[in-house]
């Protein structure tokens, strides 16, 4: 079991940023990797970012390449998501996930087996 806590979403402007944490608990010893996803309303939930057990690879939807960073720290079973020159059409609820696999590419949310409870970040323009 691994459970995941989002924290640090909030109200921002465009232009603006805001750091997501994701906290890990329960089997943290597992060499996951971690991915990002986010969901508007009456969208489906789309894949933002994942980096592998190590942090030596990432990989970006495009629509967010340049503007966001995702990375980790094991030691504090901590994954983050850094979002700068944020768009309005960034809002949305943030969830990040656990799996066995990382996938240098654009993933569905089936391949991760392990979810947060989300964070809502809402960009004004």
């Known amino acids: 079991q691994v459970q995941l806590v989002e924290s640090g979403g909030g109200l921002v402007q465009a232009g603006g940023s805001l750091r997501l944490s994701c906290a890990a608990s329960?089997?943290?010893?597992?060499?996951?990797?971690k991915a990002w996803f986010r969901q508007a309303p009456g969208k489906d939930r789309e894949f933002v970012a994942a980096?592998?057990?190590?942090?030596?690879?990432?990989y970006y939807t495009d629509s967010v390449k340049g503007r966001f960073t995702i990375s980790r720290d094991n030691a504090k079973n901590t994954v983050y998501l850094q979002m700068n020159s944020l768009k309005p059409e960034d809002t949305a609820v943030y969830y990040c996930?656990?799996?066995?696999?990382?996938?240098?590419?654009?993933?569905?949310?089936?391949?991760?087996?392990?979810w947060g409870q989300g964070t809502q970040v809402t960009v004004s323009s």
């Open positions: 980096i592998n057990w190590s942090g030596g690879r990432t």
């Open positions: 996930a656990a799996g066995e696999v990382f996938i240098a590419g654009t993933a569905p949310s089936a391949q991760y087996d392990y």
């Open positions: 329960g089997r943290t010893f597992g060499r996951y990797a």
